[in-house]
């Protein structure tokens, strides 16, 4: 079965880091773009970032620049999303998915999404 599987979320003051991590299983990792996503209560999911197979490309999220980067181990089939200065705004369920190759343009943001596997999340909570 083609699978994600998010881990590293957790509780975190403002101001800290956590390091997500996206496993990748039942398919070729290497091959695939891994974005990364969130929704928080009462909000619609986010792109927050995204890392193309050969890690040529990525895009960011306004809210990203500056404080989270993604990168992949294509060896350990796995991505990852570092995430610092956090703050109560970032609280929410933390996802990944994949497509094949490269991440979306931003006209690929309209209509149906162009992932095709997601993962169940992790939850991070930024919170004093």
């Known amino acids: 079965q083609e699978q994600l599987a998010e881990s590293g979320g957790g509780l975190v003051q403002p101001g800290g880091s956590l390091r997500l991590s996206c496993a990748a299983s039942?398919?070729?990792?290497?091959?695939?773009?891994i974005g990364w996503f969130r929704r928080a209560p009462g909000k619609e999911r986010e792109d927050v970032l995204c890392?193309?197979?050969?890690?040529?490309?990525?895009r960011y999220a306004e809210s990203a620049k500056g404080r989270f980067t993604i990168s992949r181990d294509n060896a350990e089939n796995t991505a990852y999303l570092q995430m610092n200065s956090l703050t109560p705004d970032d609280t929410a369920l933390y996802y990944c998915?994949?497509?094949?190759?490269?991440?979306?343009?931003?006209?690929?943001?309209?209509?149906?999404?162009?992932?095709?596997?997601w993962g169940q999340g992790t939850q991070v909570t930024v919170s004093s």
């Open positions: 890392i193309s197979s050969k890690a040529e490309i990525t």
């Open positions: 039942g398919f070729s990792f290497q091959y695939y773009a």
């Open positions: 998915a994949r497509r094949f190759a490269s991440c979306p343009r931003p006209v690929d943001t309209v209509g149906p999404t162009p992932y095709d596997v």
